[in-house]
Each structure stands twice: as C-alpha cells, then as structure tokens.
C-alpha cells in the first residue's frame, strides 16, 4: 500500500473531492465565505440544477443574447414561510413571481438572475429540494437562470432562505400595457379563482391549522398573456386605444388591492360585481372561519387584465381556452370617477366600496 | 355553506326591503342602534343601508370590545410584555390598537416583545403548556360570547397546575354597555334618548338569553329585537323593529330563533359565575366609568389572574380631546360630525376608539359609507 | 363581538374535542359549553368553541318567515 491508497487499498484517484453531503449536511459560513466551499456549492448544486452555458462560463455575470423588442425587467423577494406547501415552495414561487412581473407588461420573459440568503445550519437537503423545484419551474417557463449570488448570514439572523430574483424580457415595439392605462368603459376580466394562496398558506401555518384540500395557485403566468396578446396584437399596433390596456397579477393584499392600485394609476373608477368573482367554496369558507376577506387575499397564478370594451370577448374566450385561464371571468368595468372608487355590487343587492388594506388583514374574532 | 347562503339571498333580501318600505310611515324617522360588531360589519359589508327607505337610519352602538377597550389596558399589556420575559397570546383584532407614545402591541412585537396571535382561548393555554419555562399571558377580550372559553381554560389551568399561565381579563357585559347609552348625558338633557329601538346582539344572546333585554324594553319603552348574524336576519329585526314602532309596542321579540332563547346556554352562564365576578366599575373608552359592567376573576383563581401576579395597575389615559367616540357611541352623533375624522384619524392612523376596528362606526363609515356622501358618478 | 359560524359536527372524538365541517373545511374545535350534540347537528362555532346548537326547524321557519315577508299583500 503506498500513501496514495484508501484504507481499503484502493487507489484513490487523482483529483478527488469529497462531494456535497446532501443528505446529511448543512449550510455554514464557508459556503457563504467566496472561497472553495462555496464554489463547490454552487458547481454542485445550483449549476447542475439550473444548466444552461451562461452559468457554465462560471463568470460572476452572464452576458447574453436579447431578442427584438424593449427590455422589460423586474425584481421580486421572497421570504415565505413556510418554505414548502401545498402546490408549490419558496423556489417555485420565486421563479412564477417574477416571470410574472415581466409578463405583465405583455412581455416574453427570457432570464433570471437568483440571488440566495442562506441561512447557517439550513440543511442541504432542504435546500437542493429549493433550487430543484425552481429548476423546475425556469426549464417549464422555458426561462433560464443566467446569474446569481449565495450569502450565508449567522443562525438565527435568517428564515431558512431568502431568495431574490430578477428577471429580464422582451415585449415588442408598439405594445404599450401598463396600469396607467385603464380607461372608463374597460372591461375588467379576472383569470380565474381569488385567495388560493394566501389561504393555503394560512392552513399550514400553526395556529390557524385546519384540515383542507386547498393549493397554492402559483403559475407561470407569461403563456397565457400571450394566448391574451394574440388575437389583438395587430389591432393595437395600428390603434393603441384597442386591446390589452393594463395587466397586472394580484399578489399581496389580493384583488381588491390590485384594483385600487389601477384606479389611482389610471385616474379612473371601477364597479364590480361580486357575485362575477370565482372564490373556491373552501376558500370561502376558510376565510368565513377567520374573518377574513378573499378580496385581500394573496394569489400567485392570477392575472387581471383592463380590455377595450370592443375587444373583451375575444380576450375573454382566450383566456377560457387556456389551462390557466379556464375559470376567467368578467368581473367588472372601468368608470369615470375622480375618487378613484372601487365600487362592488353586492351579491345581496346593495353597494359597498372596496377599499384599500388597512395595514395587514388579521383573523378576526370580532 | 348552509345556513349561511340562504341567509344571503338577494331575491329574499328585496322581498324584505319591499315589505319594510311599504310599511314605514313616510312622516316619521326611525332611529335603530345595532349593538353588535358583527352586525356593523353585515350591514357594512352586504351594502344593507342600500335597500332601506330614508326614513330608516341606523347607528352603530359600542358593540365592539376592541373599540371601548381604554387605552390603558393595552398600555398595561404593551408595558407587560416589554418589561417582563412574558409571551403575550392576544386575539388578532388587538394588536393594531394604538396606545400610549405612539405604540400597539404589533409596534410592541417590533421592538421584541414576544407577542403571539390566537385564534382561539385554548391556544393560548396550549402555548403555555409547550413552552413550561415561560411565562404565557391571555390578553382576554370580548363580551358575553367570548366570555365562557376564558372561564374554560382558567378551569382547565388550575385543574393540570399550568402554573405558567395567567390571563389580563378585560370581559365586558351587553346590557351594562345598553344601560349607559339609555342614560347619557344626552337623555338627561333632551329627556329623551334619540333611539326608537334596538337591534339586539347575535351570538351575545345565544350565551345570556332574550330574558336580559326584557329590562330595557319595560324601563325605557325601547323594543329589541334580537337578530341573527347574516344580513337577511339584520333586514327582518328591522322590519319587526318597524312595526313594534308603528303599533307602539316596546317588546323583546327574538328574530334569531334558530340559536337564541329566552334562557340562553345555561352551561356557560354557570362557568362564567363560577370563574369570574363584576368589577364595581370600569372604564369604557367613548364611555367612562361604567358601574357593575365588567369580570374580574375570583379568589378562587386568583393564582391566574394576571394583573395580581404580575402587579398590573392600569393607568388611565384621556382620549384625544378632538375625539367625538363618546357622542358617536351614544348614537347622538355621526362620524362626519367628528372634526378629525378621516384627516387626523382614518383606518391607518386610528386616533379614537371609534376607528380602531373594522367595526366602529368611523372604521366602517370611512371603508363603507363615505362614497355615498360624495358625488360619485354612476357607472 | 360576534364572529359565529353555523357548522356541522362530523366526528365527535374523546373529551370535548369534535370535528366540523363548513363549506369542505374541517376544524377540531370544543363541545365543552354545549350538551348533547351528535354527528349531524349543527352548532354555532365562536373562537374555536361551540356555542350553542343550531335549531334546524327554527332555521327553517325562519327563512319561510322572509319569503313569506315579500309577498305577504299591502
């Protein structure tokens, strides 16, 4: 047996590191530290996961090709607890959130960028379940991810992870959407259920625990703006008063939220009609159980869009013909009211005003 | 879900609003006080004023156990938690409630103090079972409905010697909060109270009974009638409240048969008499001092009482003097009237009772009915 | 004060301890201020306590009592 030997005679071959004990090992200082350990972190888990030659070059940016068209960008953090849950986790969630953001500008989302607060202790395993799942949803939403970084910060200074991305995309020449851009006799559609999400998120966590078959929604939700964009695309490149005017998707503070937002952008009202609203049965009666409203709930996989009026069947029946927009519904219209109301239609019969979030929606006893 | 829906149904709930039209006479006002928090939010919620004649206005009475709470008593908590290693459990409605120098308990939690949200009583005595090394205290709240699982888990604590567990009781009771309305200062002067009747609490009498408002109905020639929770139920007490008016008539009716009768849940009223006793007096903000209106807990389990293990002594502190709560809780004054309502004092920056819970009355007049006094254009 | 809910008592388990049903959400919640309730009855649910037992004939009534209010003749 000569020194370059194992202890069972074998000859250890030349060049070997000990791989990343995933199953058993857990993030500390080093990985966070820019030295080798965290090189091996993330040739071992985050270029594997994530694949693509951008990452491979190893660079500490990417430099990538753009197609035609403006540069849509956008950023989202994600401190999510629990980290994993039904229907989805924080990696999932990551990489739907910002694809997201930059598809609500009728843009085609090309590249993240995945930055990583880790925090010392958080065991590996978690943490390639993370990167697996948002691997995942990039290679589903046919992004990739380019770039990031990984900072470990001391036990107890941290929630598990913290993710932050960023992610570019390209919307052609002429397609203006933005939430100044709601006029009064705009269509209001809605994809599909409200308050998936933030109750889902509310079942699991401790003190609220109840029994329920309820799911995040989150989605990538960039396929169907397309499958939105289509059939008026020429029409608002001749006539910027035709088609898509605004989109947006309602995450924190929910639906009701997004509309206020849009009013006071656009400098419009808006009455809705609740009874047009699709809330899941469960999700009614969970919020039903705390006090809570499903207008000011949390979505992720949901998009409102303002439509010209003459435009709003065909960008409603393709919404309908799309898995993620099969529940879409018209829940309202744009008015001219200069103080921005969101009105409602009660399903009883009378009207209320829908307005904004006091602070953050707490379950009530009261 | 059942027995919710239907009492939801816009085509009922026209049928009604018909019916009561018909039959209020067109040369009068009716002043109905609807006491309960929950009944504020229905009728807020469901738009319900909407399908009311004019002639019918509706006030919101101190119905909401998070609004009359004095700012002393969340001083006293907020002063707990930050001075003492204890782990505050309080209901989700108290924690935004501003205190004293410009602090809640959700401020408290953010200089780190260990506050935790519940749901429900027995969570706070689960939490102090699972942390035995620390100290856990129940912020109790609430009125007559909330009352009895208070009673419960300070049973339960003494029977298993959970000897980390004390609960800070704030439990008020309805007809006291009635009886000051009836005699207020207002009364006095005018002679008269400007109410012609009561919409009676929901839950609060499926626990004490219809039998408790008899009282108010034969000392001041008042009706109640008791209503169910869901705006339907709202609509038929005011129909019934309608015509004991008409008719001249100043009875209890019961419009929420399917839970309340005259008895109430003669269990829980036991519980209540065996773990807690009135307080001579206590303070209601909007309110003042209140005589015989509010629990303290027994000798018998004083070791759970919180203000006696930790030395609690409440501080009072006086309102904002630009405050109108107290006129608006009487029902002599409207929210509009108030000089900083919806300027100084809104939904985020609460300066009176009043405004503190989604159910004052300003809280739910500015997220409600502030629209309709401002001319927005139709759709 | 009255955030109450009519739901439906599914399992009764050891103690006070039950399950119940609103709309496909279950909850364990405490039968300890009510008696003799059984699989099937609804109670009035506040802060994770039973309250009282839902009286389904009454409710029945009840809503016959609104119907009827429309129509009654002026």
């Not at chain 1, 030295?35 to 091996?40: D, F």
């Not at chain 1, 843009?107 to 943490?127: N, Q, S």
């Not at chain 1, 409203?293 to 998009?303: C, I, T, W």
């Not at chain 2, 009561?198 to 499926?206: C, K």
Request: proline letters at 5%; glycine letters at 10%.
């Amino acid at each position: 047996m000569t020194a370059m030997d194992d202890a069972r005679g074998k000859p250890v071959k030349a060049g070997y590191v000990r791989p990343l004990d995933f199953k058993h090992g857990r993030v500390d200082m080093t990985h966070g530290g820019g030295g080798r350990a965290m090189k091996q972190l993330i040739e071992q888990l985050f270029a594997v996961a994530f694949d693509n030659e951008f990452l491979a070059q190893g660079n500490d940016m990417a430099r990538v090709p753009l197609p035609p068209g403006r540069v849509v960008m956008a950023t989202d953090s994600h401190v999510i607890t629990p980290l994993f849950f039904p229907g989805g986790d924080i990696g999932s969630l990551s990489v739907h959130g910002t694809v997201n953001d930059v598809a609500m500008a009728g843009a085609a989302p090309v590249y993240l960028a995945a930055g990583f607060i880790l925090e010392e202790g958080f065991p590996l395993d978690r943490l390639r379940r993370i990167v697996e799942s948002m691997a995942r949803a990039a290679r589903e939403a046919n992004v990739a991810i380019v770039t990031g970084d990984t900072k470990v910060v001391e036990q107890g200074k941290g929630d598990g992870v913290f993710i932050t991305t960023t992610g570019i995309g390209v919307v052609e020449d002429g397609i203006d959407i933005g939430g100044a851009r709601a006029r009064p006799g705009d269509a209001i559609l809605l994809s599909g259920f409200v308050g998936d999400h933030g109750m889902t998120i509310m079942s699991t966590r401790e003190s609220l625990a109840f029994g329920a078959d309820l799911q995040s929604d989150t989605a990538a939700l960039h396929g169907l703006v397309a499958a939105m964009l289509a059939p008026v695309r020429d029409a608002m490149l001749a006539d910027p008063a035709r088609g898509l005017h605004a989109l947006r998707d309602p995450t924190r503070g929910g639906l009701a939220t997004l509309l206020n937002e849009i009013a006071g952008q656009s400098g419009v009202g808006m009455l809705i009609e609740e009874a047009a609203i699709p809330v899941r049965p469960q999700v009614e009666a969970a919020c039903e159980f705390l006090g809570l409203d499903p207008l000011y709930v949390a979505n992720e996989g949901k998009l409102v869009a303002f439509v010209a009026p003459q435009d709003a069947e065909v960008v409603l029946a393709a919404m309908r013909a799309h898995p993620l927009g099969a529940n879409a519904a018209r829940i309202g219209t744009v008015t001219a009211d200069p103080h921005h109301f969101v009105q409602m239609a009660t399903r009883f019969g009378g009207r209320r005003v829908v307005d904004w979030l006091t602070g953050e929606q707490l379950p009530r006893i009261c | 879900m059942k027995y919710i829906d239907e009492f939801r149904d816009g085509d009922l709930a026209r049928g009604i609003a018909a019916r009561i039209a018909a039959e209020v006479r067109p040369d009068r006002r009716y002043h109905f006080m609807e006491f309960c928090g929950g009944h504020t939010h229905a009728i807020s919620r469901y738009g319900v004023a909407d399908l009311l004649p004019p002639q019918i206005r509706l006030i919101h009475g101190p119905g909401c156990p998070v609004c009359v709470l004095p700012i002393g008593r969340i001083d006293l908590a907020i002063r707990l938690v930050l001075e003492h290693q204890v782990t505050l459990a309080t209901y989700g409605d108290c924690l935004r409630v501003p205190a004293s120098d410009g602090l809640s308990l959700l401020k408290a939690k953010a200089r780190g103090a260990r506050i935790a949200m519940i749901y429900s009583a027995a969570d706070a005595l689960e939490l102090a079972r699972r942390q035995p090394a620390g100290q856990v205290v129940f912020f109790a709240i609430g009125f007559e409905t909330t009352t009895p699982p208070t009673a419960l888990v300070i049973r339960q604590a003494a029977a298993e010697r959970i000897a980390n567990f004390s609960v800070i009781c704030n439990h008020v009771l309805t007809p006291s909060a009635i009886t000051s309305i009836l005699e207020s200062p207002e009364v006095r002067s005018f002679g008269t109270v400007p109410l012609d009747g009561f919409i009676g609490p929901a839950h609060v009498s499926t626990v004490i009974g219809s039998a408790p408002y008899e009282h108010f109905a034969q000392e001041y020639a008042k009706p109640v009638v008791i209503a169910g929770f869901e705006p339907l139920d709202v609509m038929q007490a005011i129909l019934m409240l309608v015509r004991q008016v008409n008719e001249g008539r100043a009875e209890v009716e019961n419009e929420f048969t399917r839970a309340v009768t005259r008895d109430g849940n003669l269990k829980a009223q036991a519980l209540v008499s065996e773990v807690f006793e009135l307080r001579r007096s206590f303070e209601w903000r909007g309110l003042g001092e209140v005589p015989y209106s509010a629990l303290a807990i027994r000798a018998e389990y004083a070791a759970f009482d919180a203000e006696r293990r930790f030395a609690l002594e409440t501080k009072k502190v006086a309102d904002n003097k630009a405050c109108e709560c107290g006129a608006i809780l009487r029902g002599v004054k409207h929210p509009r009237d108030c000089r900083i309502f919806g300027t100084v004092c809104t939904p985020e920056n609460p300066v009176g009772s009043c405004m503190v819970s989604s159910e004052g009355a300003c809280a739910a007049h500015y997220t409600y009915g502030r629209f309709r006094e401002i001319a927005a254009p139709a759709a | 004060m009255c955030l109450a809910l009519p739901v439906r008592v599914v399992e009764i388990g050891t103690g006070d301890a039950a399950i119940v049903d609103l709309g496909g959400i279950r909850k364990e919640i405490s039968l300890a201020l009510v008696e003799d309730v059984a699989v099937g009855d609804f109670v009035i649910l506040h802060v994770g306590y039973a309250l009282t037992r839902l009286d389904r004939e009454e409710a029945e009534r009840t809503l016959a009592l609104f119907a009827e209010a429309g129509v009654r003749p002026q």
